[in-house]
């Protein structure tokens, strides 16, 4: 999908929500562990309830690769189930040596055919150059994460006083273009995301954070609203969580749609 087209999903659906699809054995109803897969049954229910609501989901790939072969093939179920207007992102957060990234790169673009990945910057441009040698394909890289531990190493200055996230972000804004890099930016450091949004004025933000992690919806849109939207907000056990009894698709329906609500008005006021 090209940045113009998720526009216009955009434009057309008055949303830019991402619905985090992080399915867990543990949390969804207990009826549905009595069919065949019930992780493809869950995300279908969520998917159908949802998908009028939001512009993007978002499987985490530790949520199905913790189960095996079994959990693969309930993501690659969801994946192709998953309609093909709707932006998908495979947050699997990879990256490693060349040779190895073109491998990451194949199966999730290739067997998996996301539109993006997740992939973290630490090992540099040659870990994410495969990734973007394919055409109409995102990478998503990790700028300023969510967690607590962010301010381990992401906040470190180097000697001319510069933290760390702003050094990634500089560098790798050379490495592709706004058509192809998005960045993760988290919800939870709201303060920050408009020095994120100084460095990459252009660029997409996935923001994970909203709903569970505490993120607020207008501090996000203050600081890293641009000229084209440029978010994509995420949540995950917010929306599909919201029952876990048999209205569990409803639910999430209605929080889908609240948030979408809220995004249609901000989208009239910014008249986009
Ligand atoms: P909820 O907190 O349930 O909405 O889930 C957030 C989702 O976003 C999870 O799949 C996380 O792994 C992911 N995430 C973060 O929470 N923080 C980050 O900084 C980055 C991500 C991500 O890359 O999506």
Redesign the pocket.
């Known amino acids: 999908m090209t940045k113009t087209e998720l526009i216009e999903q955009i434009q057309i659906k008055r949303s830019f929500l991402c619905v985090?699809l992080?399915p867990d054995l543990k949390k969804i109803p207990r009826f549905l562990l009595k069919s065949e897969d019930p992780i493809f049954e869950f995300n279908k229910a969520i998917i159908d309830a949802t998908k009028d609501y939001c512009v993007a989901y978002?499987p985490?790939i530790?949520f199905y690769e913790c189960l095996g072969p079994s959990g693969w093939e309930s993501l690659k179920k969801t994946f192709d189930y998953i309609p093909k207007n709707i932006f998908t992102?495979a947050?699997a957060?990879r990256g490693d040596i060349g040779n190895t990234s073109k491998h990451y790169a194949e199966t999730f673009f290739s067997f998996l055919n996301a539109n993006s990945i997740?992939v973290s910057p630490y090992m540099g441009e040659d870990s994410v150059k495969p990734f973007l040698e394919y055409k109409r394909k995102w990478v998503?890289l990790?700028a300023?994460?969510?967690?607590k531990g962010?301010l381990d190493f992401q906040f470190i200055k180097d000697s001319n006083n510069q933290e760390l996230y702003k050094s990634i972000l500089e560098k790798s804004l050379k490495w592709g273009t706004d058509e192809n890099i998005m960045y993760?930016v988290?919800a939870t450091r709201s303060e920050n995301i408009a020095e994120v949004r100084k460095l990459a004025p252009k660029n997409f933000f996935?923001v994970?954070?909203?709903?569970?992690?505490g993120g607020s919806l207008n501090d996000i849109i203050n600081y890293g609203w641009n000229d084209e939207c440029g978010l994509l907000i995420?949540?995950?056990?917010?929306i599909i969580y919201a029952s876990n009894k048999n209205d569990f698709a409803e639910k999430a329906g209605l929080i889908a749609k609240s948030i979408q609500n809220r995004m249609s008005k901000i989208l009239d006021e910014k008249n986009f």
């Open positions: 985090g992080d978002k985490n530790a992102i947050d957060k997740t998503i990790l300023l994460t969510s967690n962010s993760v988290g996935l994970p954070g909203l709903g569970s992690q995420n949540s995950s056990r917010g």
